[in-house]
């Protein structure tokens, strides 16, 4: 059971290259995200998707494309990459159940550190 | 905009002693408080969470207080040791279940 997964650990890459960061979870959790860590700031939320098929934007969205094609993965998309864009990088999973269901623990991955120059 | 706010921003405290973390919201639909312990290099992981309906949860070493009406929760680590140094980081959600507000975390140094 390896929990959440991040590939790659390191990125660097020059203004206007695109990638992608890559997100699996063996936990079948239906909920998932995508999270930047900037010193002083947190974590904010970019994206997340309740479900397969389903995503919607969280608190900084600009400039980051996801997709949500299977329960596992969710591959967070830069499509032209900025300076402003430098920071870690971090994955969430958790079940959800709708209101019925009460919070639960949001397991993280452990990160892409992400460099644009 | 900054929904919640976490203080202090760095915490240095002597082996033994007591470190105290502060978190504000302002979002009334918050219902659930977790704390998140982030180590170098390492992803958040879950320390200890409380829901509003009770003032005061304690784990080990760990204890959230909570003021629902002054919408303040703390963390306070009694007995503070070399491994607790760490990033804490408060967050909040709603009954939405899963979308995290984080505070701007805290980072704490324990002295041996």
């Known amino acids: 059971n390896a929990g959440v997964t991040q590939t790659p650990k390191f990125q660097v890459l020059k203004t206007g290259q695109s990638m992608t960061l890559q997100c699996a979870q063996d936990?079948?959790?239906?909920?998932m995200s995508w999270y930047r860590q900037d010193p002083g700031m947190g974590l904010r939320l970019i994206h997340y998707?309740?479900?397969?098929?389903?995503?919607d934007q969280g608190e900084v969205p600009n400039g980051y494309n996801v997709s949500r094609s299977t329960t596992e993965d969710f591959p967070l998309r830069l499509l032209s990459a900025a300076p402003s864009q430098t920071s870690v990088y971090f994955c969430?999973?958790?079940?959800?159940?709708?209101?019925?269901?009460?919070?639960?623990?949001?397991?993280f991955g452990q990160g892409t550190r992400l460099t644009v120059v | 905009q900054q929904q919640v706010k976490q203080s202090p921003q760095s915490l240095i405290v002597q082996k033994g002693g007591i470190s105290i973390i502060n978190c504000a919201y302002e979002?009334?639909?918050?219902?659930?408080f977790p704390w998140y312990q982030q180590f170098p290099g390492k992803g958040p992981a879950l320390l200890i969470a409380?829901?509003?309906?009770?003032s005061e949860k304690k784990e080990g070493r760990f204890t959230i207080s909570f003021n629902k009406s002054a919408k303040q929760f703390s963390l306070h680590i009694m007995d503070s040791q070399p491994g607790d140094s760490a990033t804490y980081f408060c967050?909040?959600?709603?009954?939405?279940?899963?979308?995290?507000?984080f505070g701007e975390g805290t980072q704490l140094t324990v002295n041996p």
């Open positions: 979002n009334t639909a918050f219902d659930y």
């Open positions: 998707s309740v479900g397969a098929g389903i995503t």
């Open positions: 969430a999973s958790s079940q959800t159940g709708g209101a019925a269901v009460l919070w639960t623990e949001a397991f």
């Open positions: 967050a909040a959600t709603g009954t939405s279940g899963s979308r995290l507000t």
């Open positions: 409380i829901r509003p309906d009770v």
């Open positions: 936990m079948n959790h239906e909920y």
